[in-house]
């Protein structure tokens, strides 16, 4: 029977801002000395109020890597991307944290889960004692989150992936601080040029911004709208804008409604390639191999 879908909760849409006015209204609040939401484990002195305006992270990094995915489009695809890129890390042998910070969690149903929960997660793939990918999800009734903090302190990842999915403000701000990789998934909607130049202008007012960033378009077509949207944004983000985008195929919803994480549901889509280059980009190449393909994970 197929599986519930879970899409990215579409944002807020306001009437045509300019860039700068989309900065205050995507990413409003930002004075975190005032903010109950505790950071994800890279500690800062405390500051008196007086100068708290601006929190600067600890330039010190983690041993992992951290990679953030958000998008202040709704629907841009996230959530799968977090799940595809951690499937395919673990196929590179690397240990994997993936931490559904959204106030709805959905990584989980990605690796065959039937109900979501807060905390730690372990998922083996098809037929596999290997490590597992791991999913540590937020209590949404718990905004200091510190068994979460406690989790990244000590981790051994050697990634550990952010699906920011529903996060913003306050707490938005200090988890892109948090992140040494950035990725920033993109509908080939008009309105995607303004969100990246809001996006952009946001990045430029952090002290410790991610050291990487990356745009990915999802959900393109061959219309002429996207195809100009496409270029409009190759024109303003220039390297920073990933040249290959992911197309819109019916593989994607499928992977998802039979709780298939989508390189191993299936392998040899357009959007799976893509997300291997992805992890290229990342520097830590190998294909997937076929014996576990079209299989589901298993919890334990």
């Avoid at 629907?75 to 951690?86: D, F, I, P, R, Y």
């Avoid at 944290?97 to 098809?126: E, I, K, N």
């Avoid at 996207?226 to 290959?244: E, I, P, R, W």
């Amino acid at each position: 029977m197929p599986r519930p879908n879970h899409p990215d909760q579409p944002s807020a849409k306001s009437e045509d801002p300019e860039p700068n006015r989309d900065v205050n209204a995507l990413f409003s609040g930002f004075r975190l000395d005032q903010s109950s939401y505790r950071t994800f484990g890279r500690h800062r002195s405390p500051k008196p109020p007086e100068q708290a305006e601006t929190v600067v992270a600890d330039s010190s990094r983690p041993e992992h890597v951290r990679i953030g995915i958000f998008s202040p489009m709704g629907g841009a695809g996230k959530s799968t991307l977090a799940a595809s890129l951690g499937s395919i890390l673990w196929q590179h042998g690397k240990r994997v944290l993936l931490v559904d910070a959204a106030p709805w969690p959905t990584l989980a149903f990605h690796y065959g889960a039937t109900t979501t929960r807060p905390g730690m997660r372990s998922f083996f793939a098809p037929g596999g004692k290997e490590l597992p990918v791991r999913i540590l999800a937020r209590d949404p009734n718990d905004p200091a989150i510190p068994e979460m903090d406690d989790h990244l302190r000590t981790d051994p990842a050697d990634y550990i992936l952010f699906d920011l999915s529903g996060v913003s403000g306050q707490e938005l701000a200090t988890c892109l601080q948090e992140c040494q990789v950035l990725l920033i998934p993109l509908v080939p909607d008009p309105s995607a040029v303004r969100y990246a130049e809001a996006v952009t202008a946001l990045l430029g007012t952090f002290k410790n911004p991610p050291d990487r960033v990356l745009y990915v378009v999802n959900q393109m077509d061959e219309s002429p709208l996207a195809k100009t949207v496409y270029a409009s944004l190759n024109q303003l983000l220039g390297d920073q804008l990933f040249k290959k985008p992911i197309y819109r195929q019916a593989e994607i919803q499928e992977s998802l409604s039979e709780g298939i994480v989508l390189p191993f549901f299936a392998r040899k889509s357009q959007a799976a390639a893509v997300c291997s280059e992805i992890a290229h980009w990342l520097e830590i190449p190998r294909p997937i191999t076929p014996s576990s393909a079209h299989q589901r994970w298993s919890e334990q």
